[in-house]
Each structure stands twice: as C-alpha cells, then as structure tokens.
T-cell receptor
Framework: DAKTTQPTSMDCAEGRAANLPCNHS???????VYWYRQIHSQGPQYIIH???NNETNEMASLIITEDRKSSTLILPHATLRDTAVYYC?????????????FGQGTTLQVKP | NAGVTQTPKFRVLKTGQSMTLLCAQD?????MYWYRQDPGMGLRLIHY???????AKGEVPDGYNVSRLKKQNFLLGLESAAPSQTSVYFC?????????????FGPGTRLLVL
C-alpha cells in the first residue's frame, strides 16, 4: 500500500514548468513527503522532501497544501533529461527505519 | 567517493542455483536497503539493516537472506533461485538521524533466472 496517489503519466513541453501532483490524504502529522525520480534503468534519485512548509532546492520546488493532504512537485524549466518516473512517497514511520514505500509513480515525458 | 556500488551488474542463473549480490557504500551510512523492481512496477523493499550486525524483513523477504557483517557491506543471498526472482535489484543506503534522511541508490543488478 503506497498510500499516495499520482497520475500515471504526464507530458510537458521543454522549457516549461512541470507540475506533478500527489495525493496523500491519510498522511499523519509527523510523516514527511518525499519525491524521488528514476531515469530509465538507473537507480532512483532523491529530489526533495518536506513536512509542512514549501521547500525549494536546486532541482525543484515542493508545494504542500495547508491541510497536508496533497502536494505538488514543480520542475521550473523542464529539460529532456527530466524525462523519468517520479515517485511521491510518505516515510514509513515504523521503528525509525526510514523505509520508503514506492508506488507506481508518474511517468513524465518532456517533449521538444 | 564511489557512493553505492553493486556487484555484479548482470547475472544469469538457472533455477535452483544460488548466488550472492554485494552492495558496498563508502559514506559511512548506518542504514542499508535491498529493493527489487519488476517491469513497469515501483520498487519493493526486500530486507533492510539499521546497523552492523542487524537485519530486518521488508515487504517481500521470502526466498532471500541478507547479512551485514561489516558496516559498509550489505549482502543479498538467493539460496535456490526461481524464475519469479528475475528482476532488477537495487541497493540503497542512508545516514542515521531520525530515519528521515535521503536514500542513495546503487546502479542496480539485473538478474535473469531461467
């Protein structure tokens, strides 16, 4: 049970912002939201994570709604190399193991 | 600093054969994980370790064993390989804090069981 819901696939034009939504309506108060991506055949790569406040780093921005039931990952200027599967996850808060539960993710296709 | 490395990169086994996949990290991380990924699917956790000498079961542990004799190494064993274990195996590590740190993944091991 991934406990998050994402669209199966999305397209984005190169140079435009890519906005990837994620629903996590049952998230508990101390669970973080994590985003990873997996470029074809490679190991997953960490992008960003957050708890309540919006977060930004060199790769992306994370917008979390005030009720924390959903979030959006924003890639401000998508490039062809951003084509990947994007996973939104909640930290499995079980015994402090930091386990991540991967779902199916969103396949983002960036088109020229 | 090589990060997380996995050996071998690719292997073909016959049903019933055994093998060990090696994961090594040079970041002094406490936590290590083994995942498998089947075609078109997300990753599923097989086993994990929160420190040297400790291991625990993940979502899909059956048919696999693990050992963490050294902090930097996490071994995944298949005692009697089955075609259902054909998959791509990823190892990951993360530092110990509250468990809410990022995981660093290796490049994967592609296993084909005939």
């Amino acid at each position: 049970d991934a406990k998050t819901t994402q669209p199966t696939s999305m397209d984005c034009a190169e140079g435009r912002a890519a906005n990837l939504p994620c629903n996590h309506s049952t998230i508990s108060g101390n669970e973080y939201v994590y985003w990873y991506r997996q470029i074809h055949s490679q190991g997953p790569q960490y992008i960003i994570h957050g708890l309540k406040n919006n977060e930004t780093n060199e790769m992306a921005s994370l917008i979390i709604t005030e009720d924390r039931k959903s979030s959006t990952l924003i890639l401000p200027h998508a490039t062809l190399r951003d084509t990947a599967v994007y996973y939104c996850m909640r930290e499995s808060h079980s015994g402090n193991t930091g386990k991540l539960i991967f779902g199916q993710g969103t396949t983002l296709q960036v088109k020229p | 600093n090589a990060g997380v490395t996995q050996t071998p990169k690719f292997r073909v086994l016959k049903t019933g054969q055994s093998m060990t996949l090696l994961c090594a990290q040079d970041m002094n991380h406490e936590y290590m994980y083994w995942y498998r990924q089947d075609p078109g699917m997300g990753l599923r956790l097989i086993h994990y370790s929160v420190g040297e000498g400790t291991t625990a079961k993940g979502e899909v542990p059956d048919g696999y064993n693990v050992s963490r004799l050294k902090k930097q190494n996490f071994l995944l064993g298949l005692e009697s390989a089955a075609p259902s274990q054909t998959s791509v195996y990823f190892c990951a590590s993360s530092p110990w804090t509250s468990g809410r740190e990022t995981q660093y993944f290796g490049p994967g091991t592609r296993l084909l069981v005939l």
